[in-house]
């Protein structure tokens, strides 16, 4: 179990990075959108992680209720680290989304009008999927050389779905802070976790 919650947070690391780097456009439909920004965001990060799980996620209310209140308590107003806090719990599964040099993921307004394409977001999310199997594979080969990569790519399949079924539900809650910018966190319910 410790090894499945490892490989979670390792996926959620790698994906907390990925919705502001998609270049989506639109609001996916016509008719007024009335959901409040951070909605949207939460919308957004929900559909990355159905795209790289390959599997459809709603917004938990209790896991979204922790995110939220990670997030509150983990960035002051504008949006910094507080001394003495880090961006992930891993005892509760929760991160909040950083950028790529660790720091709290700032979405501005215009962040999130690119990430209202849910499907293109979606699309990216199951890109990303198809990207981190390949880099297991080879980082296996590796370590494995005897083995086939059809071997290989049939043992990361079968770690992956294992991993899915474990990821028993997901919460992402946003929170806008004084500096005007939303900050996401996401948290995971594992399987059979304690």
Do not use: H, W
Request: charged share 25%.
């Amino acid at each position: 179990m410790k090894k499945m919650k490892r490989l979670v947070a390792v996926l959620l690391a790698g994906v907390m990075v990925l919705a502001m780097l998609t270049a989506c456009g639109g609001n996916g439909g016509g008719g007024v959108d009335t959901r409040t920004n951070e909605q949207k965001a939460e919308d957004a990060y929900l559909a990355v992680y159905s795209g790289l799980f390959g599997k459809e996620y709603s917004n938990d209310s209790a896991l979204q209720a922790k995110a939220k209140a990670f997030v509150e308590d983990a960035l002051d107003e504008n949006g910094n680290l507080k001394s003495g806090k880090n961006v992930t719990d891993t005892t509760g599964m929760i991160m909040i989304a950083t950028d790529e040099s660790g720091k709290p993921l700032a979405i501005t307004e215009t962040d999130l009008a690119e990430l209202q394409d849910t499907n293109a977001v979606k699309a990216q999310g199951e890109e990303v999927r198809k990207a981190l199997k390949a880099a297991l594979v080879k980082e296996l080969k590796e370590e494995k050389p005897t083995l086939s990569d059809e071997d290989l790519a049939k043992l990361v399949d079968t770690v992956y779905d294992i991993m899915v079924k474990q990821v028993e539900a997901i919460g992402v809650g946003a929170v806008t802070k004084e500096n005007g910018k939303i900050y996401v966190a996401v948290a995971v319910k594992m399987a059979n976790a304690t």
